[in-house]
């Protein structure tokens, strides 16, 4: 079995932000680190207080963490109308997720 040396985690959380999710996503980060994994962080820049800048995201988790960051721009509907908000949510997250992993992403190993 080969050992794992790089992770992409992609995720539709926002960054920095409170929530459970994010917290818990930084978490797992910090300890594939201190595994020895190389992690990309990998999220939709869907908030206006997004922000894809490692140091402003090690700043508000308190910690000092090294992994690269990749805010990925997000132009579907989610936030931006009111009505249906559960429906939109879920078919932004879906659109944004096949579009990253389908154009983004194609050079992964599938071999394992």
Known sequence: M??????????????PANTA??????SNIKYFIKNGIDVNLVFPLREKKSSA??????KHYGENLNFKVSGLQHNYPF???N????FLYLISHFLWSKKIVKKKYKYIDKST
């Not at 999710?21 to 930084?26: A, E, G, V």
């Not at 800048?53 to 090690?58: G, K, M």
Request: charged fraction near 15%; charge should be positive; avoid cysteine.
């Open 79 to 81: 936030g931006r109308i």
């Open 83 to 86: 009505n249906s908000n559960r």
């Open 21 to 26: 999710n994010s917290l818990q996503t930084i």
């Open 53 to 58: 800048d490692l140091n402003l995201i090690n």
């Open 2 to 15: 080969s050992e794992i040396k790089n992770i992409i985690y992609i995720t539709y959380q926002s960054f």
